[in-house]
């Protein structure tokens, strides 16, 4: 049984940093991990995707530049470090796992519980 498991939400103000964590268990499939964030009122976006085995990288044009994705293979655990945070990234930010596309979500099997993430400005 797959099970994602973030950390690293918090409030931050503008121009701040934080690293979010998705600790996965049971996953040993080789394709997309992702950061997905989705705001009040709004559809949930693709922000970040790493592929597993090749590490190919992706980023929505809006975080081009601020937020880097990686992984720890060893810990199988994917991070999403924020710079430069902004009061539009405040969203609930989910990991997902088996991706086919990392910015469809309905490609994604498997979804972490979501974590919290405030930008006051």
């Known amino acids: 049984q797959v099970q994602l498991v973030e950390s690293g939400g918090g409030s931050v103000q503008a121009g701040g940093s934080l690293r979010l964590s998705c600790a996965a268990s049971g996953y040993t499939y080789r394709n997309w991990m992702g950061w997905f964030r989705q705001a009040p009122g709004k559809e949930r976006e693709g922000v970040a995707g790493?592929?597993?085995?090749?590490?190919?990288?992706y980023y929505a044009d809006s975080v081009k530049g601020r937020f880097t994705i990686s992984q720890d293979k060893t810990k199988n655990t994917v991070y999403l470090q924020m710079n430069s945070l902004k009061p539009e990234d405040t969203a609930i930010y989910y990991c997902?796992?088996?991706?086919?596309?990392?910015?469809?979500?309905?490609?994604?099997?498997?979804w972490g519980q979501g974590t919290q993430v405030t930008v006051s400005s």
């Open positions: 790493i592929h597993t085995a090749g590490g190919i990288t």
């Open positions: 997902a796992a088996a991706g086919g596309n990392p910015s469809v979500a309905s490609s994604f099997g498997y």
